[in-house]
């Protein structure tokens, strides 16, 4: 009798997940496009805006200490979170975008496979960066370019506290696009949100009320890392989600882990070249800081105006990362369902909301660029540094969405090579050869024009790539108009980029 009563409650709780993965099918393909876009992107937006600003109350709670060197210190460890980032988007893009598209395809099984197998080799990824961060850590932040002897001992102070949290870190990442592929996009923002939440709380109390400076506004970082993720796994544990994670589901295949590794490949291009920008831009800011005023403490206080500057462009970057996270899952879904005029609305959507968005961000923050820096406890070199930095990289702000979306567009239909290279060309194609060039010709006002430039030249990089895709686009529709009206079934849209 027993084993009878067990039986039943599972297969209870098998057609309760089968029940949730039918409504949560129909949503992503039938409901009208602004509102199913604006419901996935603004809890997605919400997230990625809460992040950014924890990170910004990081740098905030630490620049009151009122040493640059302790401000330097901490905006050079942007690099090692990329890093750490860059493993995490990799397993979680990669697997998001994959489940989107399984779950457009009613394959749920397939879906578990994905999500336990990409969980289980960002944790051991995770462990591998904290052991080799924390055996190498010296002349890890050396390279971060903290070069001074002070910058250096608070960049190790903070960096130890990070790489502790790094397995975790990889995880949420896994878990947060999870989350967001399947469409419950609500969930993952609480998981982000709990996290920052306590990073904020306890960033006042470590860091003065127990007197522990920078190490303090470590810990909370720490905490708040492993707290989000606990958070991410009870939505998980407890029955919310349709993907389902489990040991058995672990794949022993290398082929499933390949699929996740290369369809995530562009969100590791994008960030692994994001820590490259910070650490050539940290390295040129002090070069040139030290020019400009003749001291050291120049290039403490030009790194320091920077690191600030990258937090309140990332601020913005959210905005349009968030929005198109929240699009992501839609594409993948109504692509594999064949669902081509809804994958067109949906790009086109995306693309101007997130573009005005922008530009009001950017007309915002560049006329209030002073303030900005005033909030926080800079040097008046800092400040004016920083000013003008801010007010030239708000410029082409609203550029800034096209080359983005694009991307992520061929990245989540499964076009590998197009993909990758959009990923690269920002930063790899541009604000590379920007920050290297750029001060070598204007010095100081080299560093700041450089976000500027990548993002002009970017922006016309992706508009042909762009004009391809709604090209194809159109030739898949006819395909499968084709296919339809011939009474033949094809099983899945063919891939853009084996075209």
């Known amino acids: 009798m027993k084993e009878v009563k067990i039986k039943k409650q599972n297969l209870s709780g098998e057609e309760a997940v089968i029940e949730r993965e039918k409504k949560q099918y129909v949503k992503m393909t039938q409901t009208p496009m602004g509102r199913l876009i604006i419901s996935l992107g603004i809890p997605t937006t919400i997230s990625m805006m809460i992040t950014s600003l924890y990170n910004l109350a990081d740098t905030y709670f630490v620049s009151r200490i009122g040493d640059d060197a302790i401000t330097a210190a901490a905006s050079n460890l942007l690099a090692l979170m990329s890093i750490i980032?860059?493993?995490?988007?990799?397993?979680?893009?990669?697997?998001?975008?994959?489940?989107?598209?399984?779950?457009?395809?009613?394959?749920?099984?397939?879906?578990?496979?994905?999500?336990?197998?990409?969980?289980?080799?960002?944790?051991?990824?995770?462990?591998?960066?904290?052991?080799?961060?924390?055996?190498?850590?010296?002349?890890?932040?050396?390279?971060?370019?903290?070069?001074?002897?002070?910058?250096?001992?608070?960049?190790?102070?903070?960096?130890?506290?990070?790489?502790?949290?790094?397995?975790?870190?990889?995880?949420?990442?896994?878990?947060?696009?999870?989350?967001?592929?399947?469409?419950?996009?609500?969930?993952?923002?609480?998981?982000?949100?709990?996290?920052?939440?306590?990073?904020?709380?306890?960033?006042?109390?470590?860091?003065?009320?127990?007197?522990?400076?920078?190490?303090?506004?470590?810990?909370?970082?720490?905490?708040?890392?492993?707290?989000?993720?606990?958070?991410?796994?009870?939505?998980?544990?407890?029955?919310?989600?349709?993907v389902r994670l489990r040991f058995r589901a672990i794949s022993a295949k290398w082929t499933t882990y390949k699929d996740i590794i290369v369809v995530g490949f562009p969100s590791f291009c994008r960030q692994i070249l994001a820590s490259l920008c910070t650490v050539f831009l940290n390295n040129a800011a002090y070069d040139c800081g030290i020019a400009k005023y003749g001291t050291k403490e120049g290039g403490k206080a030009a790194q320091a105006a920077l690191g600030v500057v990258n937090k309140v462009f990332m601020l913005a970057f959210s905005l349009a990362l968030g929005i198109g996270q929240g699009y992501q899952p839609v594409l993948g879904y109504n692509y594999s369902a064949k669902r081509f005029d809804r994958v067109k609305s949906a790009y086109i959507f995306t693309l101007t909301f997130s573009t005005i968005v922008m530009a009001c961000f950017g007309l915002i923050c560049g006329v209030f660029a002073p303030f900005v820096m005033k909030i926080f406890s800079l040097s008046s070199e800092a400040r004016e540094i920083g000013a003008l930095s801010l007010r030239l990289q708000c410029i082409c702000m609203p550029l800034l969405p096209l080359n983005f979306m694009i991307g992520l567009t061929y990245q989540s239909v499964g076009n590998k090579g197009i993909a990758s290279l959009l990923s690269i060309s920002r930063q790899g194609l541009f604000y590379i050869p920007a920050v290297l060039i750029l001060p070598e010709v204007l010095s100081l006002l080299g560093v700041q024009l450089c976000q500027s430039v990548a993002d002009l030249f970017a922006f016309f990089f992706a508009l042909p790539f762009t004009i391809l895709f709604f090209r194809t686009l159109k030739k898949e529709e006819q395909l499968a108009k084709t296919a339809e009206d011939g009474g033949q079934v094809c099983d899945e849209p063919s891939q853009v980029d084996e075209k």
């Open 85 to 242: 980032q860059a493993i995490g988007f990799t397993f979680g893009m990669g697997s998001g975008n994959i489940i989107s598209r399984l779950l457009g395809k009613r394959d749920r099984e397939s879906a578990d496979k994905v999500g336990s197998s990409a969980l289980t080799i960002a944790c051991l990824s995770g462990v591998l960066i904290m052991l080799s961060g924390l055996i190498f850590l010296t002349p890890l932040m050396k390279l971060l370019g903290s070069k001074e002897a002070d910058t250096l001992y608070y960049s190790k102070q903070y960096a130890r506290y990070i790489l502790l949290a790094a397995p975790f870190m990889c995880m949420s990442y896994v878990l947060n696009n999870v989350l967001r592929a399947e469409g419950k996009a609500v969930l993952s923002m609480i998981g982000l949100s709990v996290g920052a939440v306590v990073n904020v709380v306890l960033d006042p109390i470590l860091i003065f009320g127990a007197d522990m400076g920078i190490a303090g506004a470590a810990i909370a970082t720490c905490v708040s890392q492993i707290l989000g993720f606990l958070v991410l796994l009870f939505m998980f544990l407890s029955n919310r989600t349709i």
